[in-house]
């Protein structure tokens, strides 16, 4: 008896084939109909095909993009705040010196004038926003200067270690320059009708401090004889204790030929040659040049040095009277100033004198008591233009020594030492002295404190310190007013805070150097709108290139899906036909 053997499908039959194609459009339909949902053409990169990489490179450039905005988003409120701080200040200080300028206040009135901006000008310094100090650079977590109070007046929240503020050191430096009362000079009687007018002998005091003889008196008449020998200004002969490493800091201050003194704030990397303290003593006076040697200041290490070999003459002035001068003869002495300036001491000789008068001298009865009367009235003279002049001029250097200073080892604010029978500047760098700025000590640019990467080519500094050279011009200008007294009000007050105005004038930064750094920050400003524009332009590509990419349009799968659906249900029918083929159907 013969049997028909059951026929198992496989893919090579026609149902086997069939079944396949059935599995291969239920599939497409649940991919297009999850895509229909979802918007997407799938959930993973590799669903993409082919254009995965695109898509990959295109959420890249997103990300940095959101990067980017993030970091300008950040800058702009920053960059927003730095420029309404300088403005402040700006308007500060062209009100500051209008008032110099057209009608000096007296002494009482300049004090609180100046006090006032110097607190005005330190509150837009000390600005933060995000918890971060935004003029100290990448030191930002704590207020870049102290108070005025604390300024001026130094910090005694340590009683074990007090530290001395902006008045101390105007003090001293007032101390050191009228030190008897007439300027370091020494005025003599050689005879009965002579006087005479020597400078200080020590070559170190001499080069630092008070007066010294600008040239020969000047006598209106022949009452009198006048003889000058000039005196030399010596240099200090500087040496190393170790040769510096280069980042050791250190000072040089030198006097110039103008009679100023340039500061030179410098480090082992300055010199030529640190092998040995010999040589970078050398290196150190060949980057001098001609200047003298002043004064130095450092740290230990390096320990530099510097003495004066005591070789360079006092000036001298002597006065001889030989005849009676007539009512207004006149005798003139110019006086030299450390800070470059000069000023004259005139005298007028008049019958009758007050006793208190610093500008006459009276006609004596004889030719020796004509000489005592001159000298008399030259050492109240003296005494005037130091109580003056001069200190208005200590005062002024006192402000820049102390705005000089610096946290780095070696270069904070110079003091001066008085333990020796003269005064000078320490060569030791003080450390009991207000550090009035606390923020970052660099000497990079103060935009590069903090830049801001605003695409994958360009980024935008937008840093700032409060040490920069406007903003401590206009800190030392208000300062020095601030803490140039008590606010008497007597007659050598209103004159020492008139000459007080005039310096503090050439201190003051100029409009243009302050609004210079408003500049950087407006172009900055600018800088990010641009960017931020451009960064905007570029996610749109870059989005509409990805939603190309990853999405498909709504219209299109329901296209698919529907042909599909109707290919689906064919393939059914086809199908369901084909599953009932059998002998006997074959044989009907």
Do not use: C
Not at 289 to 302: D, F, L, N
């Amino acid at each position: 008896m013969t049997s028909i053997s059951p026929t198992i499908p496989t893919n090579s039959s026609p149902i086997g084939r069939s079944a396949a194609d059935l599995v291969a459009l239920k599939q497409q339909i649940d991919q297009l109909s999850s895509q229909l949902s979802s918007g997407r053409v799938g959930e993973t990169f590799a669903e993409l095909g082919p254009s995965r990489s695109d898509s990959l490179s295109a959420r890249a450039v997103l990300s940095a993009l959101d990067g980017y905005d993030a970091g300008i988003a950040s800058a702009q409120p920053r960059v927003q705040l730095i420029s309404a701080s300088i403005a402040q200040i700006s308007k500060s200080v062209v009100t500051f010196r209008n008032a110099l300028a057209n009608n000096p206040p007296g002494a009482g009135a300049g004090e609180a004038l100046a006090r006032d901006a110097l607190e005005s000008t330190i509150a837009a310094l000390n600005p933060q926003i995000g918890g971060r100090y935004v003029f100290g650079g990448r030191e930002d977590r704590r207020p870049p200067l102290a108070s005025a109070a604390v300024l001026l007046d130094g910090d005694n929240s340590d009683p074990s270690k007090p530290l001395a503020g902006l008045k101390a050191l105007v003090a001293d430096q007032i101390r050191a320059d009228k030190v008897d009362g007439i300027g370091r000079l020494a005025l003599s009687r050689p005879s009965s009708t002579s006087l005479q007018l020597r400078e200080e002998t020590d070559p170190g005091a001499r080069a630092n401090f008070g007066f010294t003889l600008a040239g020969a008196a000047v006598v209106s008449s022949s009452f009198a004889a006048v003889s000058y020998s000039a005196g030399t200004i010596e240099g200090a002969v500087p040496q190393f204790v170790q040769a510096p490493l280069p980042n050791d800091r250190f000072r040089v201050v030198v006097n110039l030929p103008s009679g100023a003194q340039k500061t030179y704030d410098l480090s082992g990397a300055d010199l030529a040659d640190i092998s040995s303290p010999a040589n970078a003593t050398s290196s150190l006076l060949t980057l001098l040049g001609t200047g003298k040697i002043a004064s130095v200041q450092s740290a230990t290490p390096p320990g530099l040095q510097a003495t004066f070999a005591n070789s360079g003459a006092a000036g001298a002035l002597t006065i001889d009277v030989g005849r009676q001068p007539a009512a207004g003869d006149q005798l003139s002495i110019k006086l030299a100033l450390r800070d470059g300036s000069t000023t004259t001491v005139t005298l007028q000789a008049q019958s009758r004198v007050d006793p208190d008068s610093t500008s006459d001298f009276a006609i004596g009865a004889t030719l020796a008591e004509t000489a005592q009367n001159v000298s008399v009235a030259l050492g109240r003279a003296l005494a005037r233009a130091a109580d003056t002049v001069l200190a208005a001029s200590s005062t002024a250097r006192a402000a820049q020594d102390f705005f000089a200073g610096q946290s780095a080892p070696g270069l904070a604010a110079r003091r001066i030492d008085f333990s020796a029978a003269t005064p000078a500047y320490a060569q030791v760098a003080s450390t009991s002295t207000v550090a009035w700025y606390r923020g970052e000590a660099s000497t990079t640019a103060p935009r590069e404190a903090e830049v801001v990467r605003t695409s994958s080519t360009s980024a935008i500094a937008v840093g700032a310190r409060a040490n920069e050279d406007s903003l401590r011009a206009a800190l030392v200008g208000f300062a020095s007013i601030a803490a140039s007294g008590s606010g008497a009000t007597t007659a050598a007050a209103a004159e020492r805070s008139k000459s007080l105005a005039s310096r503090t004038l050439a201190l003051l930064p100029t409009r243009e150097a302050v609004d210079g750094i408003a500049n950087d920050f407006g172009l900055a400003q600018a800088a990010l709108s641009e960017a931020q524009s451009e960064n905007k332009v570029i996610r749109t590509i870059h989005r509409t290139l990805l939603d190309r990419i990853e999405t498909v349009p709504a219209e299109t799968i329901v296209t698919e899906l529907v042909s599909l659906q109707n290919r689906l249900q064919a393939s059914y029918q086809v199908t369901a036909m084909i599953s009932k083929l059998s002998l006997v159907n074959y044989l009907r």
